[in-house]
């Protein structure tokens, strides 16, 4: 097992497309979380899973974001629309257990997404 | 809710002097505390974490950070820096008894000159 891993490394797109995002997480770990990072910020909390189960969404998390993990492994990241504003890394982790914490989170390198 | 502040855009220090990044927070209930390190164009490497007990956490590459929790504090510190920790710098909060995502600090670039 390599790591989280995720997909693209880098996308370019013009505004008012669709964009897809894909996290693979750490085979063994069961919670895999989604993070926004903007230039001289540090990572933003978008949203999280428990196997397939969506439990927690941002404030940031608009309409037009949507994320799923469908068999409880992979994860995808949408965002429809998108906007100038939407221009961020995108950072995913996951980690093992009823408590993420304790067991630690394991991020990816991210998707470097630019809206021109 | 719960927030991170490190005070330090940028800390430089001399190669093979003490460093020390800072770190304070603000939770509800107990904190879970974490410290990562980002190169460019890479992801957040964990760096170490503050779960319960002892206090002085001990972490990877010779890091080591100290939980002080009258102050609310969490600062990064290594005994003799070197070149290749030069990077940014990331403290993060989980309220113990809260949602599991991290909140995180805005960053600390770390300069190390040799």
């Known amino acids: 097992d390599t790591g989280v891993s995720q997909d693209p490394r880098h996308k370019i797109t013009k505004r008012g497309q669709n964009v897809t995002f894909r996290c693979d997480p750490i085979?063994?770990?069961?919670?895999l979380y989604w993070y926004r990072q903007t230039l001289g910020q540090g990572p933003e909390f978008l949203t999280y899973?428990?196997?397939?189960?969506?439990?927690?969404k941002s404030r940031l998390l608009s309409d037009r974001f949507s994320a799923e993990r469908p068999k409880g492994s992979f994860s995808t990241l949408e965002i429809q629309r998108t906007e100038q504003g939407d221009s961020a890394m995108y950072l995913c982790?996951?980690?093992?257990?009823?408590?993420?914490?304790?067991?630690?989170?394991?991020f990816g390198s991210g998707t470097r997404l630019t809206v021109v | 809710a719960q927030s991170v502040a490190q005070p330090e855009d940028q800390v430089n220090v001399a190669e093979g002097n003490p460093l020390t990044v800072k770190c304070t927070y603000s939770?509800?209930?107990?904190?879970?505390l974490f410290w990562y390190v980002q190169y460019p164009n890479r992801g957040l490497q964990f760096l170490l974490k503050y779960i319960t007990g002892d206090n002085l956490v001990k972490g990877s590459y010779g890091f080591e950070a100290e939980f002080n929790k009258s102050q609310t504090s969490f600062h990064l510190k290594k005994p003799s820096a070197l070149v290749s920790d030069s990077a940014l710098y990331f403290c993060a909060v989980r309220d113990r008894g809260g949602a599991d995502g991290l909140t995180f600090g805005k960053g600390t670039h770390l300069i190390i000159q040799p």
């Open positions: 939770v509800s209930g107990n904190p879970y």
């Open positions: 899973f428990q196997n397939e189960a969506q439990l927690e």
């Open positions: 085979s063994e770990h069961n919670r």
């Open positions: 982790a996951s980690s093992a257990g009823a408590q993420g914490a304790s067991s630690g989170y394991t």
